[in-house]
Nanobody
Framework: QVQLVESGGGLVQAGGSLRLSCAASGRTPSAYAMGWFRQGPGKEREFVAAISWSGGITLYADSVKGRFTVSRDNAKKTVYLQMNSLNSEDTAVYYC????????????????WGQGTQVTVSS
């Protein structure tokens, strides 16, 4: 089993920045992708960003391209999400996920999930 713990969420003003972190522990696969999803109020969970084991492949939702950056530190088993130019549409619970293999931009492809961290953007 793989355990994932997110951190870094909070309240930020529109136009501000936040950096989320997600640390993995347990029996992680030998080469695993890490990703971020989010679920806003009254919305379904949606893909945000993902990164391959080597970092050579990154995927982004159109809504966050140019504003968010995903990165990882394999020695720390941690993935990061740097979020800039935040707006009210980014308000959501952000979830970290892990899957064995290359990153995918749809929810059912991912095997392990964190509990989520709340991000609230005030206007």
């Amino acid at each position: 089993q793989v355990q994932l713990v997110e951190s870094g969420g909070g309240l930020v003003q529109a136009g501000g920045s936040l950096r989320l972190s997600c640390a993995a522990s347990g029996r992680t696969p030998s080469a695993y992708a890490m990703g971020w999803f989010r679920q806003g109020p009254g919305k379904e969970r949606e893909f945000v960003a993902a990164i391959s084991w080597s970092g050579g492949i990154t995927l982004y939702a159109d809504s966050v391209k140019g504003r968010f950056t995903v990165s990882r530190d394999n020695a720390k088993k941690t993935v990061y999400l740097q979020m800039n130019s935040l707006n009210s549409e980014d308000t959501a619970v952000y979830y970290c996920a892990v899957r064995n293999g290359v990153p995918r931009n749809y929810e059912r492809a991912w095997d392990y999930w964190g509990q989520g961290t709340q991000v609230t953007v005030s206007s």
